[in-house]
């Protein structure tokens, strides 16, 4: 089988670091090794006493002050909306009208969805992103080109249609609630765990479901194992208000779901920018989890999320971070770390890059109920990883020299001033399907 062995410094997480001090989160070594075999890690640990270790038929690669870590996890975004990023000057469900339904309707088309399925995928893995968790548009077609492109690349993605029967343009809406479970068993018999695949049923939001549809989204979700449930919750003020108006028995947005049968594993809710103390206390305790969707809520003007209050120590909820493209503005994660810093830093609450980090790759692995397949570097697990790269931009090697080799202080420049640029490598189940500088001498062999 395939073999492969990177040399650097190696860092994951083994717990989360906002329950337990950093130093029994960390993982790292300073001089490290990962070795890989069909797809799974087989060793992870210091170069020097492993070194002899090594198959000579091993593809074996140098990257000497990178950072080797697990493969960002992106838990919330929208692949069909790739092509409206960047739609200028509304909130949420104007924009939705004028922007994102329109884009949606081109999904239609089998070439349309192809073609955007691969670019999207790409950018996925030049932004060091291996997993995802993504809305796809109402037609099935939308969502068979998605996991073509995804498997076709070895990738771990969740993803499902969406369903919606109400408020959209009627071209965009489910024929009905009977032809929309048809079709959504249809998907999961074919997709659910074809590859490395798995089918997250989708009901889009309250305001696009009847209650019939909602209850629908439960049966599906329940009706086989492993399957996710997501959707949005409490993103925009507008919203939250429309939601009551169309559910007035429900004691708030999150108790819509609720009522419906759309709390518990696995269920992962995208933004919950105004989720209340006791809507998050009931996240909680339904072990459901949130997609923090930073760029988005800035450039919708939704809000700011509170992290301190999601990661309470009492009641935390686990949380993953999402680009939430196209009302999201960047596919990179690390941008997404930056964006989440700020709107801490506004909430007198400085997170801090461990935290950020772990965010981004084990704390969206067990969003996605896959934390015991990626996101850690341990023996066993699948060989998602990628390798950043912290003299990547003239500024971002100035002050790396500065922080000495101080890890922390070296995350932290990476998260608030990286991007693509500083990913130099994606590897996804052992396999380089990314290599930043191929264009000049490809990977350093030793
Ligand atoms: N709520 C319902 N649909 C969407 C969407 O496509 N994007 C965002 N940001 N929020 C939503
Ligand atoms: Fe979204």
């Avoid at 697990?70 to 919330?76: E, I, Q």
């Avoid at 594993?265 to 206390?281: D, M, N, S």
Wanted: glycine share 8%; proline share 4%; net charge positive.
């Amino acid at each position: 089988g395939s073999l492969t062995a990177v040399r650097g410094r190696l860092l994951w997480f083994g717990d989360d670091p906002f329950l337990t001090c950093p130093s029994k989160a960390v993982h790292y070594y300073e001089d490290g090794l990962l070795v890989c075999e069909d797809g799974k890690i087989t060793y992870a640990g210091p170069y020097e006493s492993a070194r002899n270790a090594v198959p000579p038929r091993a593809t074996f690669v140098h990257y000497p002050n990178h950072i080797i870590m697990p493969g960002f996890v992106d838990t919330h975004t929208h692949y069909t909306q790739t092509g409206m990023i960047a739609s200028y000057g509304e909130e949420l469900i104007e924009w939705l009208e004028k922007y994102a339904y329109p884009e949606e309707m081109k999904f239609r088309k089998k070439e349309y969805a192809d073609k955007v399925a691969n670019l999207f995928c790409d950018e996925l893995l030049r932004n060091g992103t291996t997993s995802a968790l993504v809305m796809c548009a109402t037609y099935p077609q939308s969502v068979d080109a998605l996991f073509e492109a995804s498997n076709r690349r070895g990738m771990r993605l969740a993803a499902g249609k969406v369903l919606m029967d109400r408020n959209a343009p009627k071209e965009l809406l489910d024929e009905s609630v009977e032809e929309a479970k048809r079709q959504t068993e249809k998907l999961i018999d074919k997709w659910h765990g074809n590859g490395r695949s798995v089918y997250a049923v989708i009901p889009r939001f309250a305001i696009s479901c009847t209650s019939e549809m909602l209850y629908a989204a439960s049966e599906l979700w329940k009706s086989r194992r492993g399957l996710l449930m997501h959707t949005h919750v409490s993103e925009n003020p507008d919203e939250i208000a429309k939601v009551r108006c169309l559910f007035p028995d429900a004691d708030g947005y999150l108790d819509v779901y609720k009522r419906h049968g759309l709390l518990g594993k696995g269920a992962i809710f995208a933004h919950g920018v105004h989720l209340t103390l006791k809507e998050l206390a009931t996240c909680h305790k339904k072990q459901s989890a949130l997609a923090h969707c930073p760029t988005a809520n800035l450039f919708l003007g939704s809000g700011l999320f509170s992290l301190r209050d999601a990661k309470r120590r009492a009641r935390p909820v686990e949380v993953g971070l999402g680009t939430d493209v196209g009302a999201g503005t960047s596919f990179s994660v690390l941008a997404l770390m930056n964006e989440a810093y700020k709107i801490a830093a506004l909430k007198d609450y400085p997170v801090d890059a461990v935290r950020l980090f772990y965010l981004a790759t084990l704390g969206g692995a067990r969003t996605l109920r896959m934390h015991k397949k990626i996101g850690k570097l341990e023996p066993g697990y699948e060989a998602d990883f990628i390798v950043l790269d912290p003299e990547a931009t003239p500024v971002l090697a100035n002050r790396t020299r500065k922080s000495e080799g101080r890890i922390e202080e070296l995350l932290f420049a990476l998260a608030t001033l990286g991007d693509d640029r500083a990913v130099e490598a994606t590897y996804v189940a052992g396999r380089l399907v990314h290599n930043r500088d191929k264009k000049k001498s490809g990977p350093r062999q030793n």
